[in-house]
């Protein structure tokens, strides 16, 4: 069984099931089944969760990508910062880049001023941390390779739709 076939179904769709899976890919169940428990237990599979559209609820919410210039550690490098900026309950991913910044964080909070005074009391305090840039998402249209934004059918200017 192909392990890149498993993982890409998997992301595609968490929700499919082991038979499903069995089906499609053209194995056996239990073979399935027991491939998907070795991935979790090696750490491949690290969960499964929903995306949601966030903008079609009441709920409010504001998500942020914050570039973060850092200072590395003599001894562990980008991964003492890394780790802090993690561990918090706002903090949604953080990514070691290439480029003009070191850390790029996602965060998520209830306002833009939550996030703003997120980044100013707990992220620019880190030790280490040199300079920081907010980029407020006004808008997805698409995330996690699901298109959010369906309302909108785009047309380049030769006109013809981009969404088929």
């Not at 089906?23 to 998907?36: N, P, S």
């Not at 914050?66 to 991913?93: C, H, Q, W, Y």
């Amino acid at each position: 069984m192909a392990m890149e076939q498993v993982l890409e179904l998997l992301q595609d769709n968490a929700k499919l099931t082991t038979a499903q899976l069995a089906v499609m890919l053209g194995e056996k169940e239990e073979d399935v089944a027991a491939a998907i428990k070795q991935y979790e237990k090696d750490g491949v599979l690290k969960g499964y969760h929903a995306l949601v559209n966030w903008e079609r609820t009441d709920i409010h919410r504001a998500t942020a990508l914050i570039e973060l210039r850092v200072t590395p550690k003599k001894d562990t490098g980008f991964d003492e910062i890394a780790g802090r900026v993690m561990n918090f309950p706002e903090v949604e991913s953080v990514y070691l880049m290439s480029g003009g910044y070191d850390l790029a964080v996602t965060v998520t909070g209830k306002t833009m001023s939550d996030i703003a005074m997120f980044v100013a009391k707990r992220l620019a305090t880190i030790d280490g941390v040199l300079s920081t840039a907010t980029h407020f998402v006004l808008t997805k249209y698409k995330d996690g390779g699901v298109i959010f934004a369906s309302d909108y059918e785009e047309i380049d200017e030769r006109g013809s739709n981009l969404c088929d």
